[in-house]
């Protein structure tokens, strides 16, 4: 029997457009859906590159206005893949006209606009997710069925790192991403809210937190358009733009009604660290650690093995015994980056008309975001604050 379909309207056509388009279309030829999703309308600024974004990414129409978009009645999903600062707007529009909504993270680029997109989704009814892609990966999955069992016991502490090096060079451009008014925050809305996000999903609600921030370069070359984050350095530019957002920024961290610490480290300026999303957590019972650069696996520490055999070991993710990897190929045939998007989608996709789902949405998003805030706040006051 043909399967009843739902008319899907992405916006953004860069990475994170890419990104989600790729999961589109390929969620239904490895995964079992309720539903079949169709690629109807992606949507864009520039007419010329979205027109191209159509045509490469395999969606039916393209269009330049996301209020039409969002609005049109033949669509059920809308997925927000734009960057912070169009994401309040677009999500309580879509919401309005009821729509599903996909929204990438950060949820928005401040707590006030988070909340507001979160009452948005509650009061239409529909189903919501917000883009911590991270979780949806087969190791975090095993990690979190450990958890969930007890298998760490009590947790005493967390560290997690995000570290990329992508602005080292004083040369490379200003981009959107550099700029408060376009990403409100930057290493700590844009990687450190994964790592963020990952511990409250693991571990626990984060309650105070006392932080640092800091911009080590202030002011980088301006370019022609939008520079991206695999531009390379300009030659010596005269024009000048400011960064007027963290380039890294350290967080401790008590967890709520817990016995437990937490330590977080995001910034854009570890050389060599080209994208080491690493989360360590050590409880009572034992110890997992798990780096995204080796995304398949993931070390475990057992206390209870005999004394001859004590050590972390090397657990290869992608079994078929592990959540999603029996979709995709024979044990250990490895999975990437990509697949966590799929996984996303299906999830999204088979849930949809559920009320309590199990993937991370807007109300997750808004957690997240209370507690960057509360970086924000702690860092600029120099002491610890309670997350609100
Ligand atoms: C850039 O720092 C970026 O693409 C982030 O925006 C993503 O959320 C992260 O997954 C990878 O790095």
Redesign the pocket.
């Given at each position: 029997m043909a399967k009843k379909k739902v008319n899907v309207a992405l916006i953004g056509t860069k990475?994170m457009g890419k990104a989600h388009s790729n999961a589109f279309r390929q969620v239904s030829r490895f995964f079992d859906l309720n539903v079949e999703p169709v690629m109807k309308v992606i949507c864009g600024q520039d007419p010329e590159g979205t027109k191209d974004a159509a045509a490469n990414f395999g969606w039916e129409e393209f269009d330049t206005d996301w209020k039409r978009v969002v609005n049109r009645p033949d669509i059920d999903i809308v997925d927000i893949s734009s960057p912070g600062y169009m994401h309040a707007a677009m999500a309580i529009e879509a919401a309005k006209a009821g729509k599903h909504i996909i929204c990438e993270?950060p949820l928005a680029n401040s707590l006030k606009e988070a909340k507001a997109m979160a009452a948005a989704v509650k009061k239409a009814g529909v189903n919501n997710l917000c883009g911590y892609?991270?979780r949806f990966n087969p190791a975090i999955q095993t990690i979190k069925a450990m958890i969930g069992r007890g298998d760490l016991g009590e947790i005493f502490h967390v560290r997690a790192c995000y570290l990329?090096d992508?602005i080292v060079d004083p040369e490379f451009p200003v981009n959107w991403?550099l700029q408060k008014k376009y990403s409100g925050t930057g290493s700590l809305g844009?990687?450190g809210a994964?790592i963020i996000d990952m511990a409250q999903y693991l571990v626990g609600e984060i309650g105070e937190v006392s932080a640092a921030m800091q911009t080590f370069i202030k002011e980088r070359p301006v370019i022609e358009g939008q520079a991206t984050?695999a531009a390379k350095a300009t030659k010596k530019s005269a024009k000048k733009g400011v960064v007027d957002v963290d380039d890294g920024v350290i967080v401790l961290a008590r967890f709520k009604g817990a016995n437990t610490l937490g330590t977080f480290e995001a910034t854009?300026f570890a050389p060599g660290k080209r994208?080491q999303?690493c989360i360590e957590i050590y409880g009572s019972k034992g110890s997992v650690i798990f780096n995204q650069e080796d995304m398949h696996k993931f070390q475990y520490y057992n206390i209870a093995d005999p004394p001859h055999l004590q050590g972390f070991r090397s657990i290869h993710a992608t079994d078929g015994a592990h959540p999603y990897a029996a979709n995709w190929w024979p044990s250990a045939h490895l999975i990437g980056y990509e697949h966590l998007f799929t996984h996303e989608v299906y999830e999204f996709i088979q849930q949809l008309g559920k009320k309590k789902v199990t993937y991370p949405t807007f109300e997750d998003g808004l957690r997240c975001q209370m507690v960057l805030d509360a970086v924000e706040k702690a860092a600029a006051k120099k002491k610890w604050v309670t997350v609100k």
């Open positions: 990475f993270k892609t991270y990329q992508w991403r844009d990687i994964h984050i854009r994208n999303n």
